[in-house]
């Protein structure tokens, strides 16, 4: 039998559409960086409400057309309808996306409010599978690829690990592809959620999710959007770094420590969440120096794009 080399790790971003022309403006500069250490994706989030989904799906639109970067839609299903899902799926796949990462969304805040007819995120999987299986059939567009979302450290909602778990293993019976991780600060979550996952009969790859944080509040805040608890000994270095630039070597070193032991169990790649960021992201990739490609990275990209 002929041996075939493992692929190298996969390098992927996730990004976040503008929210005025000064942010648009970093953000081209951002997205030229990260071009650079060619990339296999990047992902761009995505919110219900009809002013930021519009700017979502002028992002993607970007993305496809002025640049040589292969976005990942984020998608979500709280709160919409069927038909509205569908239109979007319908949409990407029309544009020439070939991924969507398919989530449900935070809970809305008023415990009253409608949901919508997809409660969790498996049904999304399970519509977006109806509507390729119908549409991109049609136009000969092929398979999409389907991600969804795990959890390394327990969902704020969720009952037990275990149980996300099992979340997980029903969204990869709804047709997911792979998962890509929240963030989280102690190597082992990562270890101890693919392991539990395996045990329970997941399959697809989970790639570790991970942020290089460079100042206290945003750590912070990371922890308040996500539930997850951040590192005391991250958060005191952060807090008594003496200025910017050791703040952002500190986090870059916490995340690529992170990334390094999980790439050592096997993960089949990392995601850098970079809040629309190149330069913790760069330094992370020089950092790492992941087999294979991203030469570029390698060879002073930091000088050459001015990161
Ligand atoms: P689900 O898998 O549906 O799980 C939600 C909760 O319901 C969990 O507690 C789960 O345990 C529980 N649950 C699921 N199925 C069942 C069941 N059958 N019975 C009982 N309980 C169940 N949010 C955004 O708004 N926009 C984004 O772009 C975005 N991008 C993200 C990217 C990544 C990589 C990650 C990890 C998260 C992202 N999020 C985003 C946040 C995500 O939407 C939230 O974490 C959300 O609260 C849960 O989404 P989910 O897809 O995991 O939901």
Same mark, same amino acid.
């Given at each position: 039998? $002929?041996?075939?080399?493992?692929?190298?790790?996969?390098?992927?971003?996730?990004?976040?559409?503008?929210?005025? +022309?000064?942010?648009?403006?970093?953000?081209?500069? %951002?997205?030229?960086?990260?071009?650079?250490?060619?990339?296999?994706?990047?992902?761009?989030?995505?919110?219900?409400?009809?002013?930021?989904?519009?700017?979502?799906?002028?992002?993607?639109?970007?993305?496809?057309?002025?640049?040589?970067?292969?976005?990942?839609?984020?998608?979500?299903?709280?709160?919409? %309808?069927?038909?509205?899902?569908?239109?979007?799926?319908?949409?990407?796949?029309?544009?020439? *996306?070939? #991924?969507?990462?398919?989530?449900?969304?935070?809970?809305?805040?008023?415990?009253?409010?409608?949901?919508?007819?997809?409660?969790?995120?498996?049904?999304?999987?399970?519509?977006?599978?109806?509507?390729?299986?119908?549409? %991109?059939?049609?136009?000969?567009?092929?398979?999409?690829?389907?991600?969804?979302?795990?959890? $390394?450290?327990?969902?704020?909602?969720?009952?037990?690990?275990?149980?996300? *778990?099992?979340?997980?293993?029903?969204?990869?019976?709804?047709?997911?592809?792979?998962?890509?991780?929240? &963030?989280?600060?102690?190597?082992?979550?990562?270890?101890?959620?693919?392991? +539990?996952?395996?045990?329970?009969?997941?399959?697809?790859?989970?790639?570790?999710?991970?942020?290089?944080?460079?100042?206290?509040?945003?750590?912070?805040?990371?922890?308040?959007?996500?539930? &997850?608890?951040?590192?005391?000994?991250?958060?005191?270095?952060?807090?008594?770094?003496?200025?910017? +630039?050791?703040?952002?070597?500190?986090?870059?070193?916490?995340?690529?420590?992170?990334?390094?032991?999980?790439?050592?169990?096997? +993960?089949?790649?990392?995601?850098?969440?970079?809040?629309?960021?190149?330069? #913790?992201?760069?330094?992370?990739?020089?950092?790492?120096?992941?087999?294979?490609?991203?030469?570029?990275?390698?060879?002073?990209?930091?000088?050459?794009?001015?990161?």
């Amino acid at each position: 039998m $002929p041996h075939y080399p493992a692929p190298p790790p996969s390098l992927s971003y996730e990004l976040f559409p503008p929210a005025s +022309a000064a942010a648009a403006e970093r953000l081209e500069v %951002s997205l030229e960086a990260l071009a650079h250490t060619e990339p296999d994706y990047v992902s761009v989030t995505y919110s219900g409400t009809p002013h930021r989904r519009r700017a979502t799906l002028d992002l993607v639109d970007h993305l496809v057309r002025d640049t040589r970067l292969r976005p990942l839609a984020h998608l979500t299903c709280v709160g919409e %309808s069927a038909e509205s899902l569908a239109g979007l799926v319908r949409h990407f796949i029309g544009l020439g *996306v070939r #991924g969507v990462l398919a989530m449900r969304g935070d809970l809305p805040e008023d415990p009253a409010a409608d949901v919508g007819e997809y409660p969790f995120a498996r049904y999304l999987v399970e519509l977006i599978r109806e509507v390729e299986g119908q549409y %991109s059939a049609a136009l000969g567009a092929g398979r999409l690829s389907v991600g969804v979302a795990a959890y $390394p450290v327990r969902h704020p909602e969720s009952p037990s690990f275990q149980h996300d *778990v099992e979340v997980l293993v029903g969204k990869q019976r709804s047709g997911a592809d792979y998962a890509i991780t929240q &963030v989280y600060f102690r190597p082992e979550d990562y270890t101890q959620l693919v392991d +539990a996952a395996r045990r329970a009969g997941v399959t697809i790859p989970i790639i570790p999710g991970v942020l290089p944080v460079d100042s206290p509040d945003r750590l912070a805040r990371l922890a308040k959007l996500t539930g &997850v608890e951040p590192d005391p000994l991250l958060g005191h270095a952060l807090e008594t770094a003496s200025d910017e +630039a050791e703040r952002r070597r500190i986090g870059v070193e916490f995340a690529a420590s992170l990334v390094r032991r999980a790439l050592g169990d096997g +993960a089949p790649g990392v995601h850098v969440y970079t809040f629309n960021r190149h330069e #913790g992201a760069i330094d992370l990739v020089e950092r790492l120096d992941l087999p294979g490609q991203r030469t570029d990275a390698r060879h002073g990209l930091a000088a050459r794009v001015g990161a």
